[in-house]
């Protein structure tokens, strides 16, 4: 698997990180207390209701008009064009809001108690009259209302939580340095993708050995780290032009595939957080973003 095809180019509204955890020896056997918290139906029902604004919807038939392609990259298509044919998609919720839980930091480190993963997100798919998928990402502001950050195409984030579910139950979550999905159930954590049964097994792994394997992979490049020391978790490329924010006034940043870290692609933004995967969303306005592979 190459890293272009792992790496996602993302254009969200700036990643702002306030991790701070140190790199760490591997201080306990991973147990139950590693299941995330339940996220509340009211934080869901919230999320999915700021999906539901006309601008929002709006925003989601340009982003069908555009077939998925950022603001700042040309299409053959006109304004008066790209507004009909954003009309047309007439696009649509589909499907349950889910929460989305990203590798914890705390849990690569060894932190006693800490989480497998924590909530990055809520993730609502919509669909457009032409059959096109995309997801549109929520996150909770400081003051408890939830406001939409990101669309982006496909439908990775609810068709895993719909698969994880319907395999069993669990926790579904994500290590985006590899790409790859699993569910913890029961003690083990199990692939959903290629890429994790590529990381696990076709069996999974017991959570212990799951931690064990991620602490391997980035106890060494967590904020506060050498590596994050010597600059390398951190910047941005000279290279953005696969990157947007529609309201014209956010950073960008993306994820890095771990293959990467030594020598990371020039059109990669990285963050000591970034390289774990873990955001922070903040600021006003909506990116856009296209996945590749």
């Known amino acids: 698997m190459t890293a272009d095809t792992t790496t996602k180019r993302a254009a969200t509204v700036l990643l702002a990180v306030t991790l701070g955890l140190l790199a760490a020896p591997l201080a306990h056997a991973a147990g139950s207390d590693a299941v995330p918290a339940a996220i509340a139906p009211s934080d869901l029902a919230a999320a999915r209701s700021a ?34 044919a954003a009309a047309l998609a007439a696009p649509r919720l589909t499907g349950a809001t889910v929460p989305v839980y990203t590798l914890d ?31 549109v990402w929520t996150v909770r502001q400081d003051g408890g209302g939830w406001q939409v950050v990101n669309i982006a195409s496909g439908s ?8 994880g579910a319907s395999s069993g139950g669990g926790t579904v979550f994500r290590e985006p340095q590899v790409n790859a999905w699993y569910v913890l159930r029961g003690g083990r954590v199990l692939p959903l993708d290629a890429e994790a049964r590529s990381s696990v097994g076709a069996g999974g792994e017991s959570l212990a050995a799951y931690e064990r394997l991620v602490h391997q992979r980035y106890g060494d490049k967590l904020p506060g780290s050498a590596y994050d020391r010597a600059g390398l ?28 870290a030594a ?31």
């Open 51 to 84: 999906v539901q604004a006309p601008a929002v919807l709006d925003q989601l038939g340009h982003f069908f008009a555009r077939r998925g392609v950022p603001p700042n990259q040309s299409v053959q298509l006109g304004a008066a064009d790209e507004a009909k």
């Open 156 to 163: 990775d984030e609810t068709d895993y939580a719909a698969q």
């Open 233 to 260: 978790g951190g910047g941005f490329s000279a290279n953005t032009a696969d990157t947007a924010d529609t309201a014209g006034t956010a950073d960008t940043a993306d994820t890095a595939d771990t293959a990467a």
């Open 105 to 135: 930091p705390g849990f690569v480190a060894g932190t006693k108690g800490a989480p497998v993963a924590r909530m990055d997100f809520a993730a609502t798919a919509a669909v457009s009259a032409d059959g096109q998928h995309a997801s």
């Open 263 to 293: 020598a990371p692609e020039a059109d990669t933004a990285l963050t000591a957080a970034a390289a774990l995967g873990v955001t922070a969303l903040a600021g006003v306005g909506l990116a856009v973003r296209r996945r590749r592979g």
